[in-house]
Nanobody, 121 residues
């Protein structure tokens, strides 16, 4: 079992950067693939990126490829999402999840509470 805590959200101007963190307050992240999802108001939750615990493969949604980078620091029990060149359409609540890399929500057993990202001038 793992408990996830996200942080790092906030308000940023278009073109700016943020780094989100997903820390395990209990359990070990290294045992799981870790994904970031996001949910904008009135829209369904969608996968953004995932890092596999088996071989280190990383996956990105087409809308963020080349702008976002997912990374893992097992010593700190933390996964990061570096977000660059942010756009207004990146505005959403961002969630991290532990499970098996997939775009399907039901492949993940544990979820954090979310952190709000607002991209606006």
């Amino acid at each position: 079992q793992v408990q996830l805590v996200e942080s790092g959200g906030g308000l940023v101007q278009p073109g700016g950067s943020l780094r989100l963190s997903c820390r395990a307050s209990a359990g070990t992240l290294a045992y799981y693939s870790i994904a970031w999802f996001r949910q904008a108001p009135g829209k369904e939750r969608k996968g953004v990126s995932c890092t596999s615990n088996s071989d280190g493969t990383t996956y990105y949604a087409g809308s963020v490829k080349g702008r976002f980078t997912i990374s893992r620091d097992n010593a700190k029990n933390t996964v990061y999402l570096q977000m660059n060149s942010l756009k207004s359409e990146d505005t959403a609540v961002y969630y991290c999840a532990a499970g098996i890399c997939s775009s399907r929500i039901d492949y993940y057993d544990y979820w954090g509470q979310g952190t709000q990202v607002n991209v606006s001038s």
